[in-house]
């Protein structure tokens, strides 16, 4: 029995020396951690400051950004529209595609009503002389033929006024006159409205030219002596004369 109570007393005092030894390590492993572990945790914390504040600095340039475009666009200059000058060429080829345009461009407004005021007078005049030509092309022709249905010319005559066989002759000549003239005025009045398409690009043109011309009132004339070589070869004395030069400055 004592043998037995002094092997518990040792088992018991192993077991005591054990457990002592075991938290001593423990205690020494969480000592060598510790710095470790606190180099972690700060690296951490100024990794997420940095972020931080680059993520403030770039919300902050951002306004600044937006604040330069719109002050450029409330800064942007406007036209000034007494120093502008039109270009000659885009004239040209606006008037050209469209009557008009050109004179729009260059800002000659009252040029409009003279140019499509052609444009309207040609066209009044080529619709009816090309319907009179063809009135009496037709009346023509019915007096021509045999055929007493066909008598539109009738419509032409006064009132009360007959053909036969006595005047026939000259209203067939008479017919055949006016179915010419209304021919030739139709042909005439296109060439015409032609002919306003062509000057309303002309002076598209010019006007958009002479834009940049100087019509100030800073115009001289200057009236100086000067020297005129005669070039004779012979006597020195004679070789220059004497004149009046007269400059024009514009």
């Known amino acids: 029995m004592k043998y037995l109570n002094v092997i518990y007393i040792l088992r018991s005092v192993l077991i005591i020396l054990l457990m002592g030894i075991g938290v001593q390590c423990l205690a020494q492993?969480?000592?060598?951690?510790?710095?470790?572990?606190?180099?972690?945790?700060?690296?951490?914390?100024?990794?997420s400051l940095t972020r931080a504040d680059s993520v403030i600095t770039i919300q902050e340039e951002k306004p600044a950004q937006s604040i330069m475009i719109d002050s450029t666009r409330i800064v942007k200059p406007k036209r000034d529209w007494s120093t502008w000058r039109p270009d000659p060429k885009r004239a040209l080829w606006l008037a050209l595609v469209l009557p008009g345009a050109g004179q729009i461009y260059n800002r000659k407004y009252w040029k409009l009503p003279i140019i499509y005021g052609g444009f309207i007078g040609c066209i009044y005049a080529l619709t009816w002389n090309n319907m009179m030509y063809k009135d009496y092309s037709q009346a023509y022709?019915?007096?021509?033929?045999?055929d007493p249905n066909t008598d539109s010319y009738n419509k032409f005559l006064h009132l009360g006024v007959e053909i036969n066989s006595s005047n026939e002759e000259r209203?067939?000549?008479?017919?055949?006159?006016?179915?010419?003239?209304?021919?030739?005025?139709?042909?005439?009045?296109?060439f015409v409205m032609i002919g306003v398409y062509a000057l309303s690009v002309i002076d598209a043109y010019v006007d958009a030219e002479l834009s940049a011309f100087d019509i100030s009132k800073d115009l001289s004339l200057k009236v100086e002596p000067t020297v005129i070589?005669?070039?004779?070869?012979?006597?020195?004395?004679?070789?220059?004369?004497?004149?009046?030069?007269?400059?024009?400055?514009?």
């Open 171 to 190: 209203y067939k000549e008479i017919f055949k006159n006016r179915k010419d003239k209304y021919r030739r005025w139709r042909d005439m009045s296109f």
């Open 141 to 146: 022709l019915d007096i021509m033929d045999n």
């Open 229 to 250: 070589p005669n070039h004779s070869g012979g006597n020195p004395l004679q070789a220059q004369s004497l004149g009046v030069n007269c400059k024009l400055n514009f």
């Open 29 to 47: 492993t969480e000592q060598k951690n510790t710095p470790k572990d606190s180099i972690a945790i700060m690296m951490a914390r100024i990794d």
